[in-house]
């Protein structure tokens, strides 16, 4: 016969909370910029509805990273980098925010390279006119923001290097700022190799000035930036799952 305390309904054991994602945006003057990346955020959480998603900027935007991660307390979080490669931010402004924090912090590695870049490369491609032309006239010049860092330039050349290979095409990098070639050089190269018809892949992650005169500088199509492509939403919940699989949380700088 059961005891009475068996048959007393027992409370029902609720799951902790998933660890916050706190998406890491540069920040810009560009108004576009912000409200892009609060749409593609959007994506995000319908994706992923039990996990919490917060914005901080590394500069020009509120909310400042810092001041989020305050908010949060001292609970667990990953930050998500959303830029696309190794460098500065990703090495030494991430980590040192992260580290003055009261959160259990993990920082995510930057989203490129990654094929699921190259799916929304290929796709804002497309949707700016790509693939009516003869692959043996055609290439593509992959426009970045640029870094002095070299394990930078290494990411965006990886990227270029994939996307190649998925259009079967020459691809080559070009920088905004920073690094070298510029989009004209990129350019003249392809030109003098007998590619006429030269499309621009916009390797940022929203609109604003460097996306724009990269744009300007195309000699034929130039697609629109990253922006709130799915694989976008999809590869930020990677890093995420990544980061918490083989990330140890960041320690809080006093105690480190």
């Not at 994506?43 to 990273?65: K, Q, S, Y």
């Not at 621009?200 to 195309?218: H, I, N, V, W």
């Not at 922006?227 to 919940?237: F, I, K, R, V, W």
Request: with cysteine; hydrophobic share 45%.
């Amino acid at each position: 016969m059961p005891s009475q305390l068996s048959l007393v309904p027992q409370p029902a054991t609720r799951r902790p909370a998933p660890p916050a994602l706190v998406v890491v945006a540069h920040g810009s003057r560009d108004p576009r910029a912000l409200s892009t990346v609060r749409a593609l955020l959007d994506r995000v959480r319908a994706l992923r509805p039990d996990v919490p998603v917060h914005l901080g900027h590394i500069e020009l935007n509120a909310p400042l990273l810092p001041d989020t991660l305050a908010a949060l307390g001292d609970t667990e979080a990953v930050l998500g980098p959303l830029l696309l490669s190794r460098g500065y931010h990703v090495k030494q402004d991430i980590p040192e925010m992260a580290a003055a924090s009261p959160a259990r912090t993990h920082v995510a590695a930057p989203l490129g390279p990654h094929p699921l870049l190259v799916d929304a490369l290929q796709a804002r491609l497309e949707e700016a006119g790509w693939g009516g032309t003869p692959r043996r006239t055609s290439a593509v010049v992959l426009a970045a923001a640029g870094s002095r860092d070299p394990d930078a330039k290494t990411d965006t050349t990886r990227t270029a290097h994939l996307l190649a290979a998925r259009l079967g095409v020459p691809v080559l990098p070009a920088y905004a700022s920073a690094a070298t070639p510029t989009v004209e050089t990129a350019v003249r190269t392809l030109l003098a190799r007998g590619r006429r018809h030269i499309a621009l892949a916009s390797y940022f992650t929203a609109p604003g000035r460097f996306a724009t005169e990269c744009a300007q500088a195309a000699p034929w199509i130039a697609a629109a930036p990253l922006g709130t492509h799915p694989s976008m939403a999809h590869l930020l919940l990677h890093r995420y799952d990544e980061a918490l699989t083989v990330s140890p949380a960041v320690p809080e700088l006093a105690s480190a």
